[in-house]
């Protein structure tokens, strides 16, 4: 099992962004979901295991609702440079076969 930092494994990683995906995708990403409430749980057990200090949720902040925005965030920007490096792909290979006409 190959790890990114820590304890916690790719797969690991794979799940939280997936939570947070799918509390954006279902329109649940408001403090109190059950997704939000999933997401936050899958931080406080992270934290947990790497001895760090637990989520910060007040009124003015939200660790569990600025994760959610930029695993999400990362997942748009990652998913637009794969189409776009498919897209270019295509546009030189549609180049070619015209220049070999």
Not at 13 to 28: I, K, P, R, V, Y
Not at 71 to 88: P, T
Request: proline content about 2%; aromatic content about 12%; overall charge negative.
């Amino acid at each position: 099992m190959k790890t990114i930092t820590g304890l916690y494994s790719i797969s690991d990683w794979a799940e939280l962004f997936s939570l947070c995906a799918n509390a954006t995708d279902s329109g649940e990403a408001e403090r109190g979901s059950q997704i939000w409430i999933d997401v936050h749980s899958w931080l406080c057990e992270w934290t947990k295991a790497h001895d760090f200090p637990a989520p910060e949720e007040t009124d003015s902040w939200s660790d569990t609702g600025y994760t959610i925005k930029e695993a999400v965030s990362f997942l748009e920007k990652f998913a637009e440079n794969i189409h776009d490096d498919f897209e270019n792909r295509k546009d030189v290979q549609d180049l070619k076969l015209e220049q070999n006409k």
